[in-house]
């Protein structure tokens, strides 16, 4: 062994890459779930530790069912791992229960320094007292919690605007007021109808839109592109980015996944997170067009086409 080898007996050896803790469901079509948090947060550089909290039945083209673990089961999976590995950041996806909900909150809580980016996803699946059980023990035990809220316009909508009664959709603002009364700061919302062939993506305060992306709509629908914008967004918090740079390459990242996604199955498209590592992958020289990323900030969004 030479002098500059690292050695795994020694516990002083610091840690090469950043930890970032994932709570979430396996998922057997490798579409999302704890397949796509691990993934997308080695991509990033990071190190990643996965605690199942339950398991779908699905396919690329629907959720049939889903089992969730038990809350003792959640709990001793992560208190196991942080008692050996320090953590950087966490990354909460779906977690199936209330129960579960609970004890991810009180794991996170016990890592004031830690950023907990938490991804609202689909659950139009589920049946509507649990999602109203679910989204009530989100709000009250994981938002205070949460650094970044993810989601969709629409599901952040329906989950904290209920009663929305204006002419006009909520804008970006109006969902981080509302995050920020149940005690989550900063909000990253996607899928803001700009216009016919755009989408829009808003990092948002209360107090301000910090920045907005906008890209070119994909004709192919996907499965997994939340849990992986999420798990970019955590790796990239646990590296040492700042908000906005995080949420920019986050961003960059899932577009050049989705450009690059195909269909394994007979059902939906599956983002290619490992695009970067194909021999064959030649990067498309066609430039952005002019005003696809408008901006308060530098926003480094100029390498994305959709």
Avoid at 231 to 239: E, G, P, Q, W
Wanted: one cysteine or more; proline letters at 7%.
């Amino acid at each position: 062994m030479t002098s500059d080898t690292p050695d795994s007996d020694n516990p002083a050896t610091p840690a090469s890459l950043p930890c970032v803790m994932a709570f979430n469901a396996n998922d057997p079509s490798g579409a999302g779930g704890l397949s796509a948090d691990l993934t997308t947060i080695a991509s990033a550089s990071g190190h990643g530790l996965p605690v199942v909290a339950g398991a779908y039945v699905r396919d690329t083209t629907e959720i049939r069912d889903h089992f969730a673990f038990d809350e003792e089961a959640v709990d001793e999976q992560a208190r196991c791992a942080l008692e050996d590995m320090p953590v950087s950041a966490f990354k909460v996806g779906f977690l199936g229960s209330p129960d579960n909900v609970g004890t991810v909150a009180e794991i996170t809580s016990d890592y004031p320094d830690a950023p907990v980016v938490t991804y609202l996803p689909d659950l139009s699946w589920w049946n509507e007292l649990a999602i109203d059980n679910y989204l009530d023990a989100m709000a009250e035990l994981l938002l205070p919690q949460t650094t970044v809220l993810t989601g969709n316009h629409s599901s952040l909508c329906r989950w904290l605007l209920p009663d929305w009664e204006a002419d006009k959709p909520p804008g970006p603002r109006d969902i981080a007021r509302a995050a920020a009364a149940h005690g989550a700061p900063y909000v990253l919302v996607t899928g803001f109808n700009a216009a016919d062939q755009y989408l829009e993506s808003h990092l948002a305060s209360p107090e301000s839109v910090l920045a907005t992306a906008r890209y070119e709509r994909f004709e192919a629908t996907f499965t997994g592109a939340g849990d992986t914008l999420s798990a970019a967004l955590a790796a990239l918090l646990a590296a040492g980015a700042d908000l906005q740079t995080a949420v920019a390459e986050a961003l960059t990242y899932l577009d050049q996944c989705l450009d690059g996604g195909f269909q394994p199955g007979m059902g939906h498209a599956v983002p290619d997170r490992m695009f970067w590592a194909h021999d064959d992958d030649t990067p498309d020289e066609t430039d952005t067009e002019d005003g696809s990323v408008a901006t308060e900030l530098d926003f480094p969004l100029d390498n994305t086409r959709h």
